[in-house]
Nanobody
Framework: QVQVVESGGGLVQPGGSLTLSCAASGFTLDESAIGWFRQAPGKEREGIAC????????NYADSVKGRFTISRDDAKNTVYLQMNSLKREDTAVYYC???????????????????WGQGTQVTVSS
């Protein structure tokens, strides 16, 4: 059964750091593309980071570039999102999603991502 499960969310102060995990099962990362998305209250879901294994491409939204880093551990079949210098506006539910074809480039076109996690809440507040 194909599944992705996020974890690692929580409450953090502005300027702090947090690392989210996206544990994959039922497929291997080297045959996929993984996207990280987030949805803040009252706002549309937005893509913020992605990687595609077939060409090792990585991309970040301007809103997180320079602060967030996506990485992977193939041995654990897990993708991470390291979030530094967090701001209040980073408060959102964060989702990871998997595209098992992994050939469409590193982007956040949501229909390509067939498998979604349940989301993990990140709250940035003092």
């Amino acid at each position: 059964q194909v599944q992705v499960v996020e974890s690692g969310g929580g409450l953090v102060q502005p300027g702090g750091s947090l690392t989210l995990s996206c544990a994959a099962s039922g497929f291997t990362l080297d045959e996929s593309a993984i996207g990280w998305f987030r949805q803040a209250p009252g706002k549309e879901r937005e893509g913020i980071a992605c990687f595609q294994s077939s060409d090792d491409s990585i991309n970040y939204a301007d809103s997180v570039k320079g602060r967030f880093t996506i990485s992977r551990d193939d041995a654990k079949n897990t993708v991470y999102l390291q979030m530094n210098s967090l701001k209040r506006e980073d408060t959102a539910v964060y989702y990871c999603a998997a595209d098992l074809k992994g050939i469409f480039g590193c982007n956040w076109y949501e229909p390509r991502y067939r498998y979604w996690g349940q989301g993990t809440q990140v709250t940035v507040s003092s």
